[in-house]
Structure formats: C-alpha cells, structure tokens
Nanobody, 121 residues
C-alpha cells in the first residue's frame, strides 16, 4: 500500500514557485515527524525541511528564506511551498516520515516515490 504520495512537481522558470503536497495516512501523520528530502544528479541527498507533530520546524541552509514547510492535520497532508526557485533546486523531492530519537536527529523510515522539480535558467 502506498503510504506517502507526493504531488506538485513540475517545470518552472528560475524565480518561480511551486507547492509540493504529500498525502499521508492519518495514524502515521499524527505521531511522527515528517521531512522533505531532495536528490539531484551528482549531488548528495539533502534534507530540505523537517516538521514535527507539534509543528517545530527546521530548514536546510540552502533553502532557508525561500521554502516553507507546513502541515494540515485535518487532511493529514504535508506541504512544501517553494518560492524564488533556482536551477540548483532541480531535484527529485521526496516526502518522508520518521523518528527523532534524540534532539537534532531524524531517522526516516519511509520514503515516497518522489516528484520531479525542474527549474530552468
């Protein structure tokens, strides 16, 4: 069964915006942390943003000030609003859920299939 389903990726020009969505089963969504990762060819996998059930948030330095993670608890959906997109943001973006075993640590347990974001010059 598909546990996480990302959507909202696409092709956009530099400076544009996209909003990614991730539908999650309510029982998982309500008690686990969730995070967006991205994987670009030739680059190391990067955690973009993380959000806990109590709405604590952290961002990667590379997206700070441009991306916003949020969640709709009633709909069990995670969002990533991406503004002022740059070509370096081009990647497959993955939604994950996982655990925080200690402060500052996140262990993803499940990955969605990913959604492609392509930012043209």
């Amino acid at each position: 069964q598909v546990q996480l389903l990302e959507s909202g990726g696409g092709l956009v020009q530099a400076g544009g915006s996209l909003r990614l969505s991730c539908a999650c089963p309510p029982d998982i969504f309500s008690i686990n942390a969730m995070a967006w990762y991205r994987q670009a060819p030739g680059r190391q996998r990067e955690r973009v943003a993380i959000m806990t059930p109590d709405s604590s948030i952290a961002y990667a330095k590379s997206v700070q000030g441009r991306f916003t993670i949020s969640r709709d608890n009633a709909k069990s959906t995670l969002f990533l609003q991406m503004n002022n997109l740059k070509p370096d943001d081009t990647a497959v973006y993955y939604c994950t859920w996982g655990y925080i075993p200690a402060p500052g640590l996140y262990e993803p347990e499940y990955w969605g299939q990913g959604t492609q974001v392509t930012v043209s010059s």
